[in-house]
């Protein structure tokens, strides 16, 4: 089965700019599928951060984007803060297996 | 707002069925636009999606489990539940419910239920 490949960690100082790659292939990201991003802190499920490629969930702050280019998928957090220290997933689905959601192999956010 | 509830038990003897189920409170399992999934994770696979199901539809499965995997709605509960069969050391992991408002996404997520494969 395919999955998402993700860095698996990124790291950053607070008010710093990080971005978070998913890169994936033609059955999937680049066959025009939307790409969400989830955050899990320590011990609780993944929330829903970004929906659609791009959009926000009501009450997520607007210090997190999502974007997408060809094959991969990209979320930037802006001005980085310590609440922010998490691991991120991308999302998205696989065209080649019926109805199958794919995830990405997640990174730890570490804020220095 | 709506919430899940997974429940069921936390060990499974090797060889047997795993059996979970999540109570849906704050919304209906008969949803017209909602799809209701499970989804598990572990240390050696990550997250994992197995499976969903719509009320008016058919359930749909993750090609990798599907010849193990049983989704299956309770209405007058308002419940949806898991049954994954022959399991193996393999199958132990954090097992969440979610919805699935549009088919593509997850957007509530239950608190997860751990499930250990062990004799």
């Known amino acids: 089965q395919s999955v998402l490949t993700q860095p698996p960690s990124v790291s950053g100082a607070p008010g710093q700019r990080v971005i978070i790659s998913c890169t994936g292939n033609s059955s999937n990201v680049g066959a025009d599928f939307d790409v969400q991003w989830y955050q899990q802190l320590p011990g609780t499920a993944p929330k829903l951060l970004i929906y659609e490629t791009d959009s926000r969930p009501s009450g997520v702050p607007d210090r997190f984007s999502g974007s997408k280019s060809g094959t991969s998928a990209s979320l930037a957090i802006s001005g980085l803060q310590a609440e922010d220290e998490a691991v991120y997933y991308c999302?998205?689905?696989?065209?080649?297996?019926?109805?199958?959601?794919?995830f990405g192999t997640g990174t730890k956010v570490t804020v220095l | 707002q709506v919430q899940l509830r997974e429940s069921g038990p936390g060990l499974v003897k090797p060889s047997e069925t795993l059996s979970l189920t999540c109570t849906v409170s704050g919304g209906s399992v008969t949803s017209p636009t909602d799809y209701w999934s499970w989804i598990r994770q572990s240390p050696e696979k990550g997250l994992e999606w197995i499976g969903n199901i719509f009320y008016r539809g058919y359930p749909d499965y993750n090609p990798s489990l599907k010849s193990r995997v049983t989704i299956s709605l309770d209405t007058s509960k308002n419940q949806f539940s898991l049954k994954l069969k022959s399991v193996t050391a393999a199958d132990t992991a954090v097992y969440y419910c979610?919805?699935?408002?549009?088919?593509?996404?997850?957007?509530?997520w239950g608190r997860g239920s751990l499930v250990t494969v062990s004799s």
């Open positions: 979610a919805r699935d408002p549009t088919f593509w996404y997850f957007d509530i």
């Open positions: 999302q998205s689905y696989d065209g080649s297996f019926s109805g199958s959601r794919l």
